[in-house]
C-alpha cells in the first residue's frame, strides 16, 4: 500500500489523521465520515501509517517528517501552513516522481508536549538545523504552501547568507509583506468575522457584544488552558492543540519583518479576485522584495490550491528545470 495516496484519499474524503505522541493515532473527521469499512482500513495499515507520520531521527522530537525518501535527486523540503501540518504535502508525490525525495517540516508543538513557536526568524533556524540532517550542503530546494513560503523565505535568506545555495524557493500562493504590514490581512480576517456575527445575529446590537465577548473569553481561557498543561508538564489535549499552534502560527506570520531576499523567488498562485482583499495582489504582495519574482498563474482557491493537479504539474517542471 501507497500510504502517501492513502492517506491523501482519506483527507479528500474530510478525513484526517495527526500523530499524537509515538504511537497514537488522532482522527479528525465528522464520526458519520467513520464508516466501518474506514475503521477497518486505518486499523490494518496503522503500523505503516504511524512510520510515515513519525518525524525522521530518534530521541529528540523532530519537525522533519518523511514523505518521500528514496530518490537520486536532492530533496525537496516543504514547510507547513499555519495549521502545522504537513500531510497535505503528500500529493506531491505522485507529480514528483519515485526519483524526487520529499520532506516536510511541521510545526514544533505538535506532540502536545512543546511550546510552539511565535517568530519565523526562529522556526526557520530550526527548520534549518533539521533539514542539515538529511542534506547538510546547498544547492537547497524549498517550498511551502501559504505561510509556508514565509518560513521558506527566511530559511532561503538565512542559508545564503552563510554562503548556501538555493536551488528553488517556490511559494504556493503565499502572501507577502506589502500584504501583512499594511493590515489588509487582519482587515479581511476581521472582515469575515464582522460577517459570520451579522449572520449569526441578525443585525441586534446587544448580541454582537455579547458574542464578542464570549468569544473573547472562550479564547483566553483555553489559552490559559493550554499554557497550563506546558507549565505542569501535560501534554496539551487535541482539541485545543492544534489551535493552540495555529495562534502561534499568526502571530509568527503578522509580526515578520519580511526583508528584501537576495535571489529569485517563484511564485505559485491562484486566480487574482477584485474585492480589494489580500488576493487581488497579482504578485500576493512581494512586490520589490526579491532580485526577480516568477509567478506561474493556476486555477484554484487559496485553500484547496495545494490538491489541485495543475499545482503538481508546475511544482514538477520547476524543480526539473532547477535541478537540471
Known amino acids: ?22 504511537d497514537r493515532l488522532v482522527c479528525d473527521a465528522p464520526r458519520s465520515l467513520l464508516t466501518a469499512e474506514v475503521c477497518a482500513a486505518i486499523r490494518d495499515h496503522k503500523e505503516d501509517i504511524l512510520s510515515f507520520l513519525k518525524p ?3 530521541g529528540a522530537w523532530s519537525s522533519l517528517v518523511t514523505i518521500q525518501a528514496q530518490g537520486s535527486r536532492p ?14 504535502y503528500s500529493v506531491f508525490t505522485r507529480y514528483l516522481g519515485p526519483d524526487q525525495p520529499v520532506y516536510g517540516l511541521q510545526s514544533i508543538g505538535l506532540d502536545g508536549l512543546a511550546p510552539p513557536l511565535t517568530d519565523v526568524v526562529a522556526m526557520a533556524t530550526n527548520y534549518i538545523r533539521n533539514i ?9 530546494y524549498l517550498g ?26 517556490v511559494l504556493l500562493d503565499t ?40 468569544h473573547s473569553w472562550t479564547r483566553s481561557r483555553r489559552f490559559r488552558a493550554c499554557r497550563d498543561c506546558l507549565r505542569h508538564n501535560r501534554p496539551i489535549p487535541v482539541e485545543d492543540r492544534f489551535w493552540f499552534i495555529e495562534q502561534a ?3 509568527a506570520m503578522y509580526s515578520y519583518a519580511h526583508p528584501k531576499y537576495d535571489g529569485e523567488i517563484t511564485l505559485v498562485r491562484g486566480g487574482v479576485t477584485e474585492d480589494g482583499s489580500y488576493l487581488s495582489d497579482p504578485l ?33 517542471k520547476c524543480l526539473h528545470e532547477a535541478m537540471r
Open 284 to 316: 500576493r504582495g512581494w512586490t520589490g522584495l526579491a532580485d526577480e519574482i516568477r509567478v506561474h498563474a493556476i486555477v484554484g482557491e487559496h485553500e484547496t490550491l495545494i490538491e489541485q493537479p495543475e499545482l503538481g504539474e508546475v511544482l514538477a
Open 56 to 58: 525522521v531521527g530518534s
Open 249 to 251: 502560527n499568526y502571530t
Open 144 to 169: 511551502g504552501g501559504s505561510m509556508g513560503g514565509v518560513v521558506a523565505f527566511e530559511m532561503a535568506r538565512q542559508l545564503k547568507a552563510e554562503g548556501e545555495e538555493i536551488g528553488l524557493l
Open 175 to 214: 502572501i507577502g509583506s506589502h500584504i501583512v504590514r499594511t493590515g489588509t490581512m487582519p482587515a479581511v480576517k476581521a472582515l469575515g468575522w464582522r460577517g459570520r456575527l451579522a449572520r449569526v445575529c441578525q443585525g441586534n446590537p446587544w448580541a454582537v457584544v455579547k458574542a464578542k465577548a464570549i
Open 75 to 88: 530533496p525537496f523540503f516543504c514547510i507547513h501552513g499555519v495549521g502545522g501540518n504537513v500531510l497535505n
Open 1 to 22: 500500500m501507497d500510504v502517501a495516496d492513502f492517506l491523501n484519499e482519506l483527507r479528500n474524503q474530510g478525513i484526517e489523521l495527526r500523530l499524537a505522541g509515538d
Open 132 to 140: 542539515r540532517t538529511v542534506q547538510p550542503r546547498g544547492p537547497y
